[in-house]
């Protein structure tokens, strides 16, 4: 009871203990995984792609995309296949099914129970809003974060913003710790691209070679795709 934050409306908390503590007393989850989990799904999505999440990259998820008769993400490094990389799925063909192995987005989409889940990003933070309202008053919105090399977890300046842009747009009295995200969205969202360019995840990418993927990521409020995941994939609604 204490950890949930469940006298509000409104409530974030980080990865897989907000789906934990939050998920079983929401109306819906929203998870925010901007560099870049989320982002590929609106993008995806958007163009009439069905993505189906999985946690890890290994024999077993070819196995499932063989089962789903879906093709299976590629490492980012490869630029002939489609990957978590957002620049590498702005062609994706309609109806393409495709698994899109991830340790962080996809390991929490795939925790979620019954909860209707979302995928927010700051692409679509306002139309996703509008739709989890939709669902009911009580919203949990779970900045993923990124893993440390042991695995633990580390929370991402650019999912604290992707989370506090969401909120901006709900209504409903905000915990504590939804009122810390909003008010980090309000200072930088007058510069997101400069700022997920300086952060560690974003200076991560600029040396691995995919700025352009932080620039994708940074176009703010720019898509009306709402990716609902259903039937253990993420689809595109639209408002």
Known sequence: MIFDQSEFDLRCEWSYQGITHLAPIS?????VDVLSFSTSVEIATNNGAIIFPYE?????AHDYAKSLQAQ????RTSKDSYSLSPASL??????????????????LTLRTGRTPTLAGCLRNCETVAKWAQKYGSKIAVIPAGERWEDGTLRPAFEDLIGAGAILSYLNGSLSPEAEIAVAVFHDFKK???????KCSSGKELIA???E???EIAAAFNVSNCVPLFIKNAYVKQFM
């Open 212 to 214: 352009s993927d932080i």
């Open 208 to 210: 691995r070679g995919f």
């Open 56 to 60: 890890w990259k290994d024999e077993s």
């Open 72 to 75: 299976l993400a590629g490492d």
């Open 191 to 197: 510069n997101l691209l400069a700022y997920l360019k």
């Open 90 to 107: 702005i062609k994706i063909p309609v109806g393409t099914k495709l698994v899109l192995p991830s340790p962080n987005g996809s390991y």
């Open 27 to 31: 109306d819906v989850v929203v998870i």
